[in-house]
């Protein structure tokens, strides 16, 4: 939306141009360019600007509406800048009427802007590593919009955030979306998961919804290749708590696991998992 708009923009100023100032047919093109060109840096300069006013040491009670319409823009814009097409399936199957617990196997740092892009009406906030919060734009966006960071060496801290979560969850703030392999994967096989975000599940009882994300990591392959990426989301299965509720943190993950490879292959089960 964001792309096209700014396309049709510069194309609409360089015919005004070019029949306004009686310029010659063939420049319509580098008019059209430099319009473009204008357009997304006064776009960019505008992101950066909404950024620059995000103070992260002041706490974020609420998801920012504002925030939320930019990212989703913005993300939509990169989508089509880096020539990806998500195929999305079984998002129909996303609970509606409930906050849910969404997993996914992790390949690639644009996983969470695909999720994000695809559940637009979830507000899903993600758990994501602490170092995340000091990368340009996107740590201020996240803070916007309850994201909540983890200390994986530190465990106290890291029940902290699962605490959080739980939090946000009962007090019907968002959805949370979580990377239970906690790393993205080096080789693409979906590797253990460390069941203690689990508990955001069994201490709300919310659904869990299950997705699997395939060929992320080719997206800067082929973009330096000028080809467009294919990126297939699937929702497996959403896990009512019903289903759940006998079950351990680890039998809950395990069972999770099952339901990730039986969408993925038995060739993305990593041995390091085997019981």
Known sequence: MLLKGIGLISALWAVFVLFFFDIALWAIIPVFMGMYLALMGLAFGFLCLVCALVDMNTYQEEDSKFYRTVMYLYIEALVSLVLVKIHAEGLEKAPKSTRFLLVCNHLFLADPGVLLHCFKKSQLAFITKKEN???????????????????????????????????????????????????????????????????????????????????????????????????????VDVIQPWDYKDLSTVELADKVYEIMISDLGEEFRSVQTDI
Do not use: W
């Not at 000091?134 to 909540?148: A, D, E, P, S, T």
């Not at 029940?159 to 994967?185: A, H, M, N, W």
């Open 133 to 235: 919060e000091n990368m340009f734009i996107v740590g201020k966006i996240m803070h916007k919009i309850l994201c909540q960071s983890i200390d994986r060496d530190n465990d106290r801290q890291a029940l902290r955030t699962i605490l959080k979560c739980i939090q946000l969850i009962k007090e019907d703030k968002v959805s949370v979306g979580v990377f239970p392999e906690g790393y993205t994967s080096k080789d693409g096989k979906l590797h253990h998961f460390r069941s203690g975000v689990f508990k955001i599940a069994q201490k709300t009882g919310v659904p869990i919804a299950v997705c699997t994300i395939q060929n992320t990591r080719e997206i800067f392959h082929n973009l330096k290749r000028l080809r467009r990426t294919h990126v297939h989301l699937h929702l």
